[in-house]
């Protein structure tokens, strides 16, 4: 080993390790911050040791340092702009977008080893001829289209631009995505063969796997889809690492992929669905349709936010139950107020959060962190449950699969064995909802339709600021 | 590095990455999933490779310009947005009390 080289493997070593410590700093609330940092530092490490090895053996051309600079000034600040105009709300398309162009980058530098073979490399002449060389080629380019192009078809039915096409729905589409991987299989096996022109082949199939592979998953599978991604973004990397024989590379890239995968499981397990089910079982709403024939809600109750008020003044405990239409109204400032007011007046409140509340795990948690409620009001599901029976008021606010309580009753419910939260239980519950519509499961909530429970029909944000008026003139929270 | 030497690395880069992964709780999820996002952005060193070893090959200097591109769309993005919301927990305390 030379100079450089030394210092190279030096640099990588206390990269690795500062990666490694800041994924781990990222799983404690009070660490996380630095540890996202600290990562972030790892990685201009990694850049400044890279560079400097060229710099000490072969020398960079002043044409490489123009387009280095070109492509860091460009993605950067696209990135650093996105990132800091984005709304909290569309957190999870913002992910897809971003592991999107991770899974691009590293199908680019597969591709453009495996078109201009660099023949004056200095590590191993025919290094880029080996097999080994083809096969690392062939899966950085056959995951990274995937995960672009699924990221990409993710992000845009998050976001609402596309919508399920109803043949996706149908068995049709098994085969054909069927048809799109034994072609990037055939176009494998034909650049492993020797045949450079096959690389466009797979780059069309896969990245047409891709889409087939996403279109047909239904808005409330997601953020699986995003996890599980965001896995393979992982992978697209390690591949790349072989291809330009970085361990550096591989160590994160395996990193990322696993974590993605754990995540991804954590995702499932919370929604009741099994990883298969999310991937070939198509929307659950199109499934649901015909299993359970939905039925008319008889017993609703509804009542007006004065009512809402008078009955939240009298109690002593109240739990919120957030979700995705609190977000969505971007009420959770308003709820913050509301809330005030209630503590003030000696009401306790806790917020009661799904693990999948919002789109994502943890996404609840961000949105409400952004209004100032305090970290330890947030009760996850398992904690909060046994204290429902105690509980005087419960405001539903935007949430429904979740509080629905067929998970729990009814075998035939597509929801059932899904991990509710137990609502019911408390003595009044109130949901505050736009209209009579279904959740992401399309499915009937039986919860609507007991008598304990009432709907307080509107926008979140505007029920909670008529609700905050109502408070004041009850006097509550004045000091 | 021979083959099997970075099959080393590959087995247990992933087992490190199931381990440190195992025990998170919910609330980090999505800060944790947007933060290792960024990660996986480390492409950006291959297409470092790519563009220093293109030798004045220039549609291979501009496909490795383009990836270094989405790359860093990629590393900065995802750590801006992950800071973005880990912002708002660490707040907190310091604030409340």
């Given at each position: 080993?030379?100079?450089?080289?030394i210092?190279?493997f030096v640099?990588d070593?206390?990269?690795?390790?500062?990666?490694?410590?800041?994924?781990k700093?990222?799983?404690k609330?009070?660490?996380?911050?630095?540890a996202?940092?600290?990562?972030?530092?790892?990685m201009?490490?990694?850049?400044?040791?890279?560079?400097?090895?060229?710099?000490g053996?072969?020398?960079?051309a002043?044409?490489?340092?123009?387009?280095?600079?070109?492509g860091?000034?460009?993605?950067?600040?696209?990135?650093?702009?996105?990132a800091?105009r984005?709304?909290?709300t569309?957190?999870p398309?913002t992910?897809?977008?971003?592991?999107?162009?991770?899974?691009?980058?590293?199908?680019l530098?597969?591709?453009g080893?495996?078109i201009?073979?660099?023949?004056?490399?200095?590590?191993?002449?025919d290094?880029?001829?080996?097999?080994?060389?083809e096969?690392?080629?062939?899966?950085s380019?056959?995951?990274g289209?995937?995960?672009?192009?699924?990221?990409?078809?993710?992000?845009?039915?998050?976001?609402?631009?596309?919508s399920?096409p109803?043949w996706?729905?149908?068995k049709?589409?098994?085969?054909?995505?069927i048809?799109?991987?034994?072609?990037?299989?055939?176009?494998?096996?034909d650049?492993?063969?020797?045949n450079t022109?096959?690389?466009w082949?797979?780059?069309?199939?896969s990245?047409?796997?891709?889409?087939?592979?996403?279109?047909p998953?239904?808005?409330?599978?997601?953020p699986?889809v995003i996890?599980?991604?965001?896995?393979?973004?992982?992978?697209?990397?390690a591949?790349a690492g072989?291809?330009?024989?970085s361990?550096l590379?591989i160590?994160?890239?395996?990193?990322?992929?696993?974590a993605?995968l754990i995540l991804?499981?954590?995702m499932?397990?919370?929604?009741?669905?099994?990883?298969?089910?999310?991937?070939?079982?198509?929307?659950l709403?199109?499934q649901?349709?015909?299993?359970?024939?939905?039925?008319?809600?008889t017993?609703?109750?509804?009542?007006?936010?004065?009512e809402?008020a008078?009955t939240l003044?009298?109690a002593?405990?109240?739990?919120?139950?957030?979700g995705?239409?609190?977000a969505?109204?971007?009420?959770?400032h308003?709820?913050?107020?509301?809330t005030k007011?209630l503590?003030?007046?000696?009401i306790?409140?806790?917020?009661?959060?799904?693990?999948?509340?919002g789109?994502?795990?943890?996404h609840?948690?961000?949105?409400l962190?952004?209004?100032d409620?305090?970290?330890?009001?947030?009760?996850?599901?398992?904690?909060?449950n046994?204290?429902?029976?105690?509980?005087d008021?419960v405001?539903?606010?935007?949430?429904?699969?979740?509080?629905?309580?067929?998970?729990?009753n009814?075998?035939?419910?597509p929801?059932y064995?899904?991990?509710?939260l137990?609502?019911?239980?408390?003595?009044t519950?109130?949901?505050?909802?736009?209209?009579?519509?279904?959740?992401?499961s399309?499915?009937?909530?039986?919860?609507f339709?007991?008598?304990?429970?009432?709907m307080?029909f509107?926008?979140?944000?505007k029920?909670?600021?008529?609700?905050?008026?109502?408070?004041?003139?009850?006097?509550?929270?004045?000091? | 590095?021979?083959?099997?030497?970075?099959?080393?690395?590959?087995?247990?880069?992933?087992?490190?990455?199931?381990e440190?992964?195992?025990k998170?709780p919910p609330?980090?999820h999505t800060?944790?999933?947007s933060?290792?996002?960024?990660?996986?952005g480390?492409t950006?060193?291959?297409?470092?490779?790519?563009?220093?070893?293109?030798?004045?090959?220039?549609?291979?200097?501009?496909?490795?310009?383009?990836?270094?591109?989405?790359?860093?769309f990629n590393?900065?993005?995802?750590f801006f947005?992950?800071?973005?919301?880990?912002?708002?927990?660490?707040?907190k305390p310091s604030n409340k009390?």
């Amino acid at each position: 080993m030379n100079l450089p080289e030394i210092i190279k493997f030096v640099i990588d070593l206390i990269a690795v390790l500062l990666l490694a410590l800041g994924i781990k700093g990222l799983s404690k609330v009070k660490s996380a911050r630095d540890a996202n940092r600290l990562a972030a530092f790892a990685m201009s490490l990694s850049v400044i040791g890279l560079l400097s090895y060229y710099l000490g053996t072969s020398g960079i051309a002043i044409q490489s340092w123009i387009w280095i600079i070109i492509g860091t000034i460009i993605g950067s600040l696209f990135g650093a702009i996105l990132a800091k105009r984005v709304p909290m709300t569309s957190m999870p398309e913002t992910v897809a977008l971003f592991n999107g162009c991770g899974g691009m980058s590293s199908l680019l530098v597969a591709l453009g080893v495996a078109i201009f073979p660099i023949s004056n490399s200095l590590e191993n002449l025919d290094f880029f001829k080996s097999l080994i060389n083809e096969v690392s080629i062939s899966v950085s380019i056959f995951v990274g289209a995937i995960t672009f192009t699924g990221s990409i078809v993710a992000m845009a039915k998050l976001q609402g631009w596309l919508s399920t096409p109803r043949w996706t729905q149908s068995k049709v589409r098994h085969f054909v995505n069927i048809v799109f991987a034994v072609a990037s299989l055939i176009a494998i096996l034909d650049l492993i063969n020797g045949n450079t022109s096959s690389i466009w082949l797979l780059v069309v199939v896969s990245s047409l796997l891709g889409i087939g592979v996403t279109l047909p998953i239904g808005g409330a599978d997601m953020p699986v889809v995003i996890s599980l991604l965001n896995s393979y973004s992982g992978i697209a990397a390690a591949a790349a690492g072989f291809v330009v024989d970085s361990q550096l590379l591989i160590v994160a890239g395996a990193m990322v992929g696993a974590a993605g995968l754990i995540l991804t499981q954590v995702m499932c397990k919370g929604m009741n669905r099994s990883l298969v089910s999310v991937l070939f079982g198509g929307s659950l709403s199109a499934q649901s349709k015909v299993s359970s024939g939905s039925g008319e809600y008889t017993n609703i109750t509804s009542c007006s936010v004065e009512e809402c008020a008078l009955t939240l003044e009298a109690a002593n405990k109240v739990i919120i139950v957030p979700g995705y239409g609190l977000a969505v109204a971007q009420a959770q400032h308003t709820l913050r107020e509301v809330t005030k007011k209630l503590e003030q007046n000696g009401i306790e409140v806790v917020y009661a959060i799904h693990p999948v509340a919002g789109r994502m795990p943890g996404h609840m948690n961000v949105l409400l962190a952004e209004a100032d409620v305090p970290y330890e009001q947030l009760k996850e599901m398992d904690i909060v449950n046994p204290d429902f029976p105690a509980t005087d008021v419960v405001l539903v606010l935007g949430a429904n699969d979740v509080v629905n309580p067929q998970a729990k009753n009814d075998s035939s419910s597509p929801l059932y064995g899904m991990p509710v939260l137990d609502v019911q239980e408390a003595r009044t519950v109130f949901v505050i909802k736009r209209g009579m519509s279904a959740g992401y499961s399309g499915i009937k909530n039986d919860l609507f339709d007991l008598p304990n429970t009432s709907m307080v029909f509107g926008d979140a944000k505007k029920v909670l600021n008529d609700l905050i008026g109502e408070l004041k003139d009850l006097g509550v929270g004045d000091k | 590095m021979s083959f099997i030497n970075l099959l080393w690395v590959l087995l247990l880069g992933s087992l490190l990455g199931l381990e440190l992964i195992g025990k998170v709780p919910p609330t980090l999820h999505t800060p944790l999933m947007s933060g290792a996002n960024a990660i996986s952005g480390i492409t950006m060193l291959a297409a470092l490779t790519l563009i220093v070893k293109a030798e004045g090959n220039v549609p291979l200097l501009i496909i490795g310009s383009v990836s270094l591109g989405f790359a860093l769309f990629n590393v900065v993005g995802g750590f801006f947005v992950t800071d973005r919301m880990l912002a708002m927990f660490s707040r907190k305390p310091s604030n409340k009390k």
